[in-house]
């Protein structure tokens, strides 16, 4: 079955920290992964998105990275804001012809504290 | 450059009514897919709307149709409203059913009450 689990479930941290969270998948065919930032009540942002050549990508504060042989993605956060508190949520997709599906992680909520 | 739409932003119904919500694509944008995701959880894929068809659909029942329009945008219709259907409904865009790259829009809160 094709799932994504993220960890940890929440996470607090103060403002000016480094934090990053983890995307464990089981999804085949696997076809890319990205990260989205979802703040309360808004819709999601993408900040990533890697193939399954990819290791490393960067979108400003923000470093994801694909272990595609151990099905594993992490999301770094560098020099945390107030405004980075929200969830994170690793979607995974699939390569499964004309009915590929995008699988959704539950997602971190992130709090960053003053 | 028009970013995703969705109107209302919040709706409150009573349980059994049917409601309606809206969505405009991003601009250049074809394929409308729709979500809900209730409080604490992640987005749940409803369907997706291709060139007036539905052309992928989730676990959701038949309470749940959907229409899109020439223009590309699309309605999410939902009938017999249960408490439980109370939810963040998200509807994101893409450039043709097979791309991966969606751009979501701000959701509808649907409260049923």
């Known amino acids: 079955k094709n799932q994504v689990e993220q960890s940890p479930q929440s996470l607090i941290i103060l403002e000016g920290k480094n934090c990053t969270l983890q995307c464990n998948y089981t999804v085949s065919p696997f076809s890319n992964l990205r990260w989205y930032k979802q703040d309360t009540g808004r819709g999601p942002v993408s900040l990533t998105i890697?193939?399954?050549s990819e290791n490393t990508k960067s979108n400003g504060r923000y470093t994801a990275t694909l272990d595609a042989d151990t099905k594993q993605s992490s999301l770094h956060i560098t020099a945390s804001q107030l405004s980075d508190s929200a969830s994170y949520i690793c979607v995974v997709s699939d390569n499964a012809g004309n009915n590929r599906k995008l699988i959704w992680g539950l997602g971190t909520s992130l709090a960053v504290n003053p | 450059d028009a970013g995703v739409t969705q109107s209302p932003t919040h709706l409150i119904k009573t349980r059994g009514q049917q409601v309606t919500l809206r969505c405009s694509p991003k601009s250049g944008h074809d394929t409308v897919s729709w979500y809900q995701q209730a409080l604490g959880q992640g987005p749940q894929f409803i369907f997706q709307y291709y060139e007036e068809e539905e052309r992928q659909r989730g676990n959701f029942p038949d309470r749940f149709s959907g229409h899109q329009f020439p223009n590309y945008s699309s309605e999410l219709n939902v009938n017999a409203l249960l408490l439980g259907d109370s939810a963040l409904y998200l509807c994101a865009s893409s450039s043709g059913h097979l791309s991966y790259e969606q751009y979501f829009g701000p959701g509808t809160r649907l409260t049923v009450t």
């Open positions: 890697m193939t399954f």
